[in-house]
């Protein structure tokens, strides 16, 4: 029996995990290229929307690690149930939205939805689908994530041009409704007893990422609002490290310190922190910079995305045999440094430049970026024994929607301040220089983030499952 034939009982379920990655993925992306005109309605300068964004990364980020808890204590059926409607209802919220607060606050109720879709459905399928037959229904559900982010900057272009900013959250109501109905047909109802929660850790982490992120994004305001950010900084600082106390006396603590005792683990976490931090802030910069700066309208920003998500999707085939030849070691630190200096380079793109110079500037972006993602993902979980693969993917996955966070939140700071230091947001000269100060930065710490990967072994063993778990990253 072949795979396809195998995987008919659960073909259902999995159509519905599918769908669920597609318009998370989708919604992670479609906002980017509406921001101006979000702006221009609601009465903000289109370098301050990050708050859209990084409102929603956060909140997914921070609610993570409660998500496999919820399911095992209420069911996989109930949790993505509601996770299903939290998330239309946030999209409902968000194309109502009559100001720029009220639209933060939907998409924080969207990622509230969304914190739950992904790791709930993974979960599902991990523990319905045999084992036998698991890899082929991962590669089944990831896809539509792969395909999300390819669409999603277009879609969102040309929704803007020939309807309007709203109908971007809009689309997201009738795929929700139809989802709702799905999971109460579809969805297996599964839990397992669980022990106590570790609330106290959970809620240093919180606040860690919570404060961390508001102190970056804090780098955009002025005046008083430095103290402000300063005192959010030290705070976030002060609970991450007394999580750390905490988890290393605690019988059962959220994430074991003992994930990190695993070597490759250990640097390809942090790794991924640092790493993403440029990678998170490209897709909201580009967008903004082809719109704001460049003059392109929104249909045609969305469909210069389209050259990094194909370059992305391709790029992921040459990772096994990179690694197989060189080792991760080699691989991650000179990609790395090829990463930060083709950021960088963006700020180099002038006005009129030849299109064709822009797409091959835009799928060289994609591949090595595309690279970096699937080789550190494949680094981090490498080595990691059965009992710790639960936390130590649950920790993963909040490491990266939190560095996506970190990483929105400090491009737009960043783009602020310099475009506050050249002399305003309107002129395009003066933007295009903040554009080309904060690109420089961004390539810059992604670039020194190399020497945390010259810390691993030259080891070449790289598991083909590993590698198909970390498609979505």
């Known amino acids: ?71 095992d204590r209420f069911g996989t059926r109930r949790v993505f149930f509601i996770a299903v409607l939290v998330f239309t209802a946030g999209s409902l919220a968000c194309a109502l939205a009559p100001s720029f607060n009220w639209l933060v606050a939907g998409r924080v109720v969207q990622g509230i939805g969304g914190a739950m879709l992904l790791p709930v459905g993974r979960l599902a399928v991990l523990r319905t689908v045999p084992r036998r037959d698991f890899l082929a229904a991962m590669t089944f559900v990831t896809v539509p994530g792969l395909i999300g982010p390819l669409i999603g900057p277009t879609l969102g272009g040309w929704l803007v041009d020939v309807a309007s900013w709203p109908w971007i959250f809009l689309i997201n109501l009738p795929l929700g409704l139809a989802g709702a109905v799905a999971t109460l047909r579809w969805m297996p109802d599964l839990r397992v007893a669980v022990a106590g929660f570790d609330l106290v850790g959970y809620l240093l982490l919180a606040f860690a990422m919570l404060a961390i992120s508001l102190s970056l994004d804090a780098l955009s305001g002025q005046g008083s609002n430095r103290g402000g950010s300063l005192v959010l900084l030290i705070g976030g600082l002060v609970a991450l ?166 990483g929105v939140a400090a491009a737009g700071g960043l783009l602020a301040a310099f475009s506050g230091a050249a002399g305003g947001d309107g002129d395009a000269a003066p933007v295009l220089t903040a554009f080309r100060w904060t690109f420089l930065c961004v390539g810059t710490v992604t670039a020194i983030s190399s020497v945390i990967f010259a810390q691993i072994g030259d080891t070449r063993r790289i598991p083909d499952q590993v590698v198909e778990a970390s498609e979505t990253g």
């Open 241 to 406: 490290a007394s999580y750390w106390l905490h988890a290393a006396r605690s019988p059962a603590p959220l994430f074991p310190l003992s994930l990190f005792r695993v070597r490759t683990y250990g640097v390809g976490v942090i790794g991924n922190l640092f790493a993403r931090l440029g990678s998170g802030g490209m897709p909201y910069l580009i967008p903004l910079l082809l719109q704001v700066a460049l003059g392109y309208p929104a249909a045609h920003a969305g469909m210069m995305m389209i050259p990094i998500a194909a370059a992305a999707m391709f790029s992921k085939h040459i990772v096994v045999p990179l690694v197989r030849r060189f080792g991760y070691r080699q691989v991650l630190v000179v990609n790395t440094v090829l990463t930060g200096l083709v950021m960088a380079s963006f700020a180099l793109i002038e006005p009129g430049r030849p299109l064709a110079l822009h797409v091959a500037h835009f799928a060289l972006f994609g591949a090595v970026n595309s690279v970096q993602f699937t080789a550190m993902n494949t680094l981090t979980l490498r080595d990691l024994g059965g009992e710790q693969a639960s936390a130590g993917n649950s920790l993963l996955s909040m490491v990266m929607m939190l560095a996506v966070s970190l």
């Open 1 to 71: 029996m072949n795979a396809s034939d195998s995987l008919r009982p659960y073909r259902p379920m999995l159509w519905l995990v599918a769908t669920a990655v597609f318009m998370q993925m989708l919604d992670t992306t479609i906002v980017n290229t509406a921001l101006p005109a979000m702006a221009r309605d609601l009465g903000q300068s289109p370098l301050r929307m990050q708050a859209v964004v990084f409102a929603y990364a956060l909140t997914v980020a921070m609610l993570i690690p409660a998500s496999g808890w919820l399911s």
